[in-house]
């Protein structure tokens, strides 16, 4: 089944500079990427997500690209702002409707 | 607001209980998905129905059982706690080319 590996586990940032999160999955019939963001007492959240046929998605300040051939995908935060700071989630879906498989999270601090 | 709804927030029991967690999904959404997340384990997939039918099994313990209603509510039945159960429990639900929303959780505690 798919394994999604997700770096680092911990990032601290000063605020306005940017924050870099990287994944790697397994299968390669894995075809689309959504990132989440898990604020304290809450559940994740959807911030953005990318489909195997393109190779970068931008929304604002944030981006995810995706490499198919390196089966590895990350999510791009720029002027990072105090409240960027949350636990972000990575999770690859195969063929649609199966469930999605998540990376273990990493918890952005951004210093004000 | 993600329009997924869980009941209760929090739930405090005694090992050797069983308790039940539910969930409503978003208007429209006929898959009902539930994860569990412990600390530093990420969100484990338990189970997926599918307009009441179950549609895929993830790493469920066999004391751990779920349902979905005709009225696509979901409830996840946990019983035998061990304090090992202690975790959030997420419902997560998804339409036809819609992305998967959560809800804000169940906090069981297991004492």
């Known amino acids: 089944g798919e394994n999604v590996e997700q770096h680092p586990s911990t990032l601290s940032v000063q605020e306005g500079d940017s924050a870099v999160i990287k994944c790697t999955y397994s299968?390669?019939?894995?075809?689309?990427f959504p990132w989440y963001k898990q604020e304290l007492g809450k559940g994740p959240q959807l911030i953005i997500d990318i489909r195997s046929n393109v190779g970068e998605k931008k929304d604002q300040r944030i981006a995810v690209t995706l490499n198919k051939t390196a089966k590895h995908f990350s999510l791009h935060i720029t002027e990072t702002q105090p409240e960027d700071s949350a636990v972000y989630f990575c999770?690859?879906?195969?063929?649609?409707?199966?469930?999605?498989?998540f990376g273990k999270g990493t918890r952005l601090s951004v210093i004000a | 607001d993600s329009g997924v709804t869980q009941t209760p927030k929090h739930l405090i029991t005694a090992t050797g209980q069983r308790v039940t967690l539910r969930c409503s999904p978003r208007s429209g959404d006929l898959s009902v998905y539930w994860y569990q997340q412990s600390l530093d384990q990420g969100l484990q997939f338990l189970i997926q129905?599918?307009?009441?039918?179950?549609?895929a099994k993830g790493n469920i313990l066999e004391r751990f059982s779920a349902q979905q209603f005709p009225d696509l509510h979901s409830e996840l039945n946990l019983s035998s706690l061990e304090l090992g159960d202690s975790a959030l429990y997420f419902c997560a639900s998804s339409g036809p080319n819609t992305p998967l929303h959560f809800g804000n959780g169940t906090r069981l505690t297991v004492t």
């Open positions: 999770a690859a879906e195969a063929s649609g409707n199966t469930p999605l498989v």
């Open positions: 129905y599918y307009n009441g039918e179950e549609r």
């Open positions: 299968d390669s019939a894995s075809n689309y």
